[in-house]
Structures are given as structure tokens and as C-alpha cells.
């Protein structure tokens, strides 16, 4: 199950910053597009992103992963592959934001929630395991789709990423996926249903949670502070992520060494979704992420001195390190406090404020940029925003009923 949904993520590269951010320098030489408008395709998507998460977490519930996957793969497939012959700006955005939002909310989000549920005592290894296959295709892409670019051109790019998309995303999920352990006569951790669970303590956070409904989630204080931090994290790393090509470029760094600190970065999530799912099966998820969120602030401050290769590769493999941390363990968090019943329609709350934060990140540092020509300041109110995040992340208690 692990497997399945990490190849899935792998194929859906197309639609995260990481990746879009190569295509930035190319479309702003070719079409003069602002990078506000470039950026505003990644809004949109966040704000339909945020649209769907609810809606897509309540039919993760009901019917799994397995129905909404493929969907989101032949989305993305079939928008990166229209987005070769596009030449207009308006154009590029709708079917740029489409696409993001297949990636995010019908492929990346439903991978996260079916492997929380498949799992307990090994949540954060099985997370750690998703996190670290799908970062195989955010390693390898953007260097690929740099040397594409500059051989064959932007369309040759954006067809080869539809064709991975397509080839990848749909069929091992449709054929191989299922919604829960139950479902297949398992229990969670891949055990017989007449076993006894072993006694460990799942993701850090102590025993499995009793189930709690959408209702009674949204009357607990954790969920709020988990929304307000994830949204500043998620903020303040896509609008880094997506302009950080960018900002190498400015520096003086050559286009393939920047595609290779972007691919530096990708490793680095790579690595620390590996080592923060490991830690988050032996200490509290809540600990790691005021810890990731403090880090994150301090290296995005570090950006700003950055001036050689030697600099950059080492700081985009750290801050890489964080986000791969970042990206799935809010998703733990809800699950050890919540249970596994509704997690869905729960995290779906999360996608939402997840997906508007992600679509605003890159728009506000674009419009920071054209504004001020320079990036600092919109990297140093990222800074502040993750010591928002620290705060807030500090406050976070274990829900009680009654």
C-alpha cells in the first residue's frame, strides 16, 4: 500500500512548486509574463485546492483512495500535455491552477490519508516510506526538466511530465489500492483481524484515539492551533520553494547549478521525511513539528547570505529536510488525536487551509519581488511566519472529551 501511494506521488512532480518553480525563468523570458502572474496560476490552484479538500476528504471515507487518484493522474496527464500548446497568459493559469489542484487535493492528500489509516504503531515509518518514495520524482525532475527545457523547449517539458503523470499514477492505485485494512479482513499494521494489536505507542502520541466526528474535531482547540501553524508553514516554504530557482538565478548562480540545488532540496525532503516519520513513532509529533517549524526559521533567514553553489546546496538540502518533515505529519497529529474513522473529512478541514496558504505563498513573494526588485523581504516575513508557527504548534494538547 505504501509502495502504491509513493509511485503515485512520484508521478505527480508536475504540480509542486519544486518542479513549476524551473519553468519560471523560461516562460518569463519567452512570454514576458510577470512572475506575479506565473505565481497567480499557483493561487488559483490553491484556492480550488482548499474548494475540494473538504468534499474529496469526506469520499475518502467512504469510498478510499483508489476512486480519487486516478482521477487527479489523468488530470494532471492531460493538463500538462495542453499546457505545451498554450500561449496565452489567462489560459496558462486556469489549466496550471487545474493541475495543481488535481496533484494536490485527488493525489497527494489521499495518499497521505490512506496510508494514516492503513497504520498505528508504524504510522510515522509508513509515512516516512510515502514521503520518501515520492520524493524520487521531486529528486530527479527538476534537473530533467531544466536540460529538456534547454534543449527541446517548454512544451517538450510539459508533455514529459504529463506522460509520467499518466503512465504512473493511474493504474497501480486503480488495481492495487484499497480504502482501509478492514476492508481486505486486515487490522491496521498489516495485522490478521482476530490478532491482538501489540502494545507500542503509534506515532509518538500515545494510545490509538477513540473516533471523533467532524463535530466534535472542529470544538477542540488542537485543531485550530494545527490549522493556524500549518498555515503559516505551508505559507511561508511554497513561497520559498516556488521562487527559489528564481532567487539562485539572481544571485549569479548558473541555471543548471540552481536546478541542481532544487533537486538539492528535494533530497533533503526526501531524507528528512525518512528521518522525521522514523522519529514520530518514538517521540510526540507535536514536539517535532515546533522543532521543524523553529529550523525552518532560521534557515530561511541563512537564504538571504546565500552567494555561491557551496552555499545554496547545502541550505536548499536543510530547508528540504524540514518540509519533508512538514508535509505529512499534521496528517499523524490528527490521526493519534482524532482516530482513523473520519480522518478524512477531518484532514479535509486541514486541506483546505492547507491549499489556500500554498496558493498564497508564491503570489505574495511575486508581488513582494515586483514591488521592492528584490526577494529579502518577503523571506524575512517568511522567517516571522514560522515563529507564528512555533507559537502556536507550543500551545497544542491532546483533545479530551467532556
Wanted: net charge positive; proline share 4%; glycine share 12%.
Amino acid at each position: 500500500m505504501v509502495v502504491v501511494a509513493g509511485v503515485a506521488n512520484a508521478s505527480r512532480v508536475s504540480s509542486a512548486v519544486e518542479v513549476s518553480s524551473v519553468f519560471v525563468p523560461a516562460l518569463v523570458a519567452e512570454f514576458g509574463w510577470s512572475r506575479t502572474l506565473i505565481a497567480s496560476a499557483t493561487t488559483l490552484g490553491g484556492v480550488a485546492t482548499a474548494l475540494s479538500g473538504p468534499i474529496v476528504g469526506r469520499i475518502l471515507d467512504r469510498y478510499g483512495g483508489r476512486v480519487v487518484v486516478p482521477l487527479g493522474a489523468l488530470a494532471v496527464g492531460a493538463g500538462c500535455i495542453a499546457l505545451a500548446s498554450v500561449r496565452t497568459a489567462a489560459v496558462f493559469v486556469v489549466v496550471y491552477a487545474l493541475v495543481r489542484m488535481a496533484g494536490q487535493s485527488f493525489m497527494q492528500f489521499p495518499n497521505q490519508v490512506t496510508v494514516a489509516k492503513w497504520f498505528e504503531r508504524r504510522r510515522g515509518t509508513a509515512t516516512a516510506l510515502l514521503v520518501g518514495i515520492g520524493s524520487v520524482g521531486l529528486i530527479v525532475a527538476p534537473v530533467a526538466v531544466q536540460a529538456i527545457i534547454g534543449r527541446a523547449g517548454i512544451g517538450a517539458a510539459w508533455i514529459a511530465l504529463g506522460v509520467l503523470a499518466l503512465s504512473l499514477g493511474v493504474l497501480p492505485t486503480l488495481l492495487l489500492s484499497a480504502r482501509r485494512p478492514e476492508d481486505l479482513g486486515l487490522r491496521p499494521d498489516g495485522a490478521e483481524r482476530e490478532a491482538a494489536v501489540a502494545e507500542a505507542e503509534p506515532s509518538g502520541d500515545g494510545d490509538p484515539a477513540a473516533d471523533w466526528t467532524v463535530r466534535e474535531a472542529l470544538r477542540t482547540r488542537a485543531l485550530y492551533l494545527l490549522l493556524g501553524s500549518t498555515v503559516f508553514f505551508s505559507l511561508a516554504s511554497t513561497g520559498v520553494g516556488f521562487h527559489q530557482l528564481s532567487y539562485y538565478l539572481e544571485r549569479g548562480i548558473s541555471p543548471g547549478t540552481a536546478a541542481a540545488a532544487v533537486s538539492s532540496f528535494a533530497f533533503g525532503l526526501m531524507v528528512g521525511g525518512i528521518m522525521w516519520g522514523w522519529l514520530a513513532d518514538r517521540l510526540r509529533v507535536q514536539l517535532l513539528l515546533t522543532v521543524e517549524y523553529a529550523m525552518a526559521a532560521v534557515l530561511m533567514l541563512l537564504l538571504l547570505g546565500v552567494r555561491t553553489p557551496v552555499q545554496a546546496l547545502p541550505i536548499s538540502f536543510g530547508f528540504g529536510m524540514l518540509v519533508g518533515g512538514a508535509l505529512a505529519m499534521p496528517t499523524l497529529l490528527l490521526a493519534a488525536y482524532y482516530g482513523r474513522r473520519y480522518l478524512g473529512s477531518i484532514a479535509g478541514i486541514l486541506q483546505m487551509a492547507r491549499g489556500l496558504a500554498l496558493g498564497s505563498g508564491p503570489l505574495v513573494a511575486g508581488i513582494i519581488y515586483d514591488l521592492n526588485g528584490s526577494y529579502a523581504p518577503a523571506f524575512t516575513a517568511f522567517s516571522v511566519m514560522c515563529v507564528g508557527a512555533v507559537v502556536m504548534m507550543a500551545f497544542v494538547r491532546r483533545p479530551v472529551r467532556g
